[in-house]
């Protein structure tokens, strides 16, 4: 059975870094792009951050560049991603998810096939 779990969350102040991990199990997915989403209440899911199977290449959201960084470890299963300088308006359940798509790095939700059950992340002003 697949499973995904985020860990890292919590309650910081706005300005403060944040880690997250995603550790999978269940299988491999070093063959698989993986992602971040996240979704504050009332919003949909978007797209926050991707990696490529290698972790060669990534691919980020315009509103996190240069402050988050996804990373991947393949010999341990686990996708992480460093979060600096947060805003408020960052507050979200954040997800880590696993892509069963030919696209390197897909951004959208439905190329990928596996979710962790996320992780609270509270930017206090």
């Known amino acids: 059975q697949v499973q995904l779990v985020e860990s890292g969350g919590g309650l910081v102040q706005a300005g403060d870094s944040l880690g997250l991990s995603c550790a999978a199990s269940?299988?491999?997915?070093?063959?698989?792009?993986m992602a971040w989403f996240r979704q504050a209440p009332g919003k949909e899911r978007e797209f926050v951050a991707a990696?490529?199977?290698?972790?060669?290449?990534?691919d980020y959201a315009d509103s996190v560049k240069g402050r988050f960084t996804i990373s991947r470890d393949n010999a341990k299963s686990t996708v992480y991603l460093q979060m600096n300088s947060l805003k408020p308006e960052e507050t979200a359940v954040y997800y880590c998810?696993?892509?069963?798509?030919?696209?390197?790095?897909?951004?959208?939700?439905?190329?990928?096939?596996?979710w962790g059950q996320g992780t609270q992340v509270t930017v206090s002003s």
């Open positions: 998810a696993v892509s069963g798509s030919t696209i390197p790095m897909p951004r959208r939700r439905r190329n990928y096939d596996y």
């Open positions: 269940g299988r491999t997915f070093s063959n698989n792009a």
């Open positions: 990696i490529s199977r290698s972790g060669g290449s990534t």
